[in-house]
């Protein structure tokens, strides 16, 4: 059974730091991305960042670049989000999901994921 368990969520100060973790498990496909989604009260989910298993290319959508970043530790079977410079507007519940094989679409696409995790809420005070 594949499980994807995220935490790392909290209360910050307005450019303070967090950083997410998510624990993949029961995951065993070659080819397979891992997307951050976040996704505030009364909005659409929104993709944050990709890290792809092809060639371990990341994606970032515009907001985060400079200050988020996605890493893996495969050992760990565990994908981090970097979260810097903390904004109010980067106040959300945030998923991590999982898509599996060879996808040519955009990964911040959140129809076509196959599994996702509960949640954990980042929230940013000003």
């Known amino acids: 059974e594949v499980q994807l368990v995220e935490s790392g969520g909290g209360l910050v100060q307005a450019g303070g730091s967090l950083r997410l973790s998510c624990v993949v498990s029961?995951?065993?496909?070659?080819?397979?991305?891992i997307t951050w989604f976040r996704q505030a009260p009364g909005k659409e989910r929104e993709g944050v960042s990709c890290?792809?298993?092809?060639?371990?290319?990341?994606y970032y959508t515009d907001s985060v670049k400079g200050r988020f970043t996605i890493s893996k530790d495969n050992a760990k079977n565990t994908v981090y989000l970097q979260m810097n410079k903390l904004e109010p507007e980067d106040t959300a519940v945030y998923y991590c999901?999982?898509?599996?094989?060879?996808?040519?679409?955009?990964?911040?696409?959140?129809?076509?994921?196959?599994?996702w995790g509960q949640g954990t809420q980042v929230t940013v005070s000003s």
């Open positions: 890290i792809s298993s092809k060639d371990g290319s990341t």
């Open positions: 029961g995951f065993t496909y070659e080819d397979h991305a």
């Open positions: 999901a999982g898509l599996i094989g060879d996808y040519a679409g955009s990964y911040f696409d959140p129809r076509p994921y196959d599994y």
